[in-house]
């Protein structure tokens, strides 16, 4: 929906940088994990996702009239891509270890991905307001979560099964809020007393 507002508006307005940036950097590093552990259906996915994430890094760049704080981002991120494949293929020889602590990274990364909404928690309870909650994201996000919990469980994986699980608490507690405070009620004016 933000590469869609992006291309509709030719303009970055409204839309945050950050989560493109972060979500690139998770669907890499799944996918490192998933080639070291020659896991087809972690490297398709995370091919995908890493490409998809790179056209919307892509478009941002294009349509924001601010390039250079969108640029020194995205170059930090190859740095920290750098950094991470330095780390994990020189620094850590042994297969097993090096997927270790892949798969430590990876589930640390996606459990404060999925943590992060709940940043907002406070200012949703307060104004009463879902407005800046997304429903279809809220919806995905559960259904990818419990996707990935279940595809864990059945490889015995903890670090596909871990940290998912966040995933599905936070979309039930997003799921709840959508409840509690329906989008239709929060209203952009006050009504006036005659």
Known sequence: SDLRQMLAARSVENIQFLPFLTTDINNLSWLGYGCLKQDW???AVNTIGAALQTLYILAYLYYSPAKRPVLLRSLLLLAVLA??????TLLIADPGKRLEHLGLFCSVFTISMYLSPLADLAKIVRSKSTRCLSFPLT?????ASTSWTLYGLQLHDLYIMVPNMPGIVTSVVRF???WRYPPGQDKPYRPLHA
């Open 139 to 143: 919806v995905t996000t559960f259904l």
């Open 83 to 88: 950094a991470g494949y330095g780390y994990f």
């Open 41 to 43: 259906t972690l490297i």
């Open 176 to 178: 709840w809020l959508f």
